[in-house]
């Protein structure tokens, strides 16, 4: 399990609103994509700049591509991370703070301690 490359994929697409409107549009070739092409890419360094041996394990991909927020919190995927780019994806579905009262009850079985977020 990578928290790091969880948290590097919810970081990197909520930082740009065209990955934001085809990760929601297509979550499953949105993540294929990302893996293949930026998941080893070293951020904040010349495109050249890669490492090797980063990529997701089958249950987190699987996460990914279905929008299961909740199953990334149990991994430890940060939770302001998966908010915030989760928001940007479906608050316009919702009235008011509609995605933010869902998010909470769809998190609401969670109990202290949280899963570790460390990376």
Request: hydrophobic residues 40%; aromatic residues 14%.
């Amino acid at each position: 399990m990578s928290k790091y490359l969880l948290n590097k994929f919810l970081y990197t697409v909520d930082r740009d609103q065209d990955l934001v409107e085809r990760y929601r549009e297509d979550p499953a070739g949105t993540v294929a994509w990302w893996e293949d092409e930026h998941a080893n890419r070293i951020l904040n360094c010349v495109v050249d700049e890669r490492s090797t041996w980063l990529s997701f394990e089958e249950a987190e991909r699987e996460a990914l591509r279905s929008h299961d927020y909740p199953a990334l919190f149990a991994m430890g995927a940060h939770p302001f991370l998966t908010l915030t780019l989760f928001i940007a994806m479906f608050e316009r579905d919702h009235e008011g703070l509609g995605f933010q009262l869902e998010y909470a009850r769809r998190l609401a079985h969670e109990a202290l301690p949280y899963p570790d977020i460390s990376t």
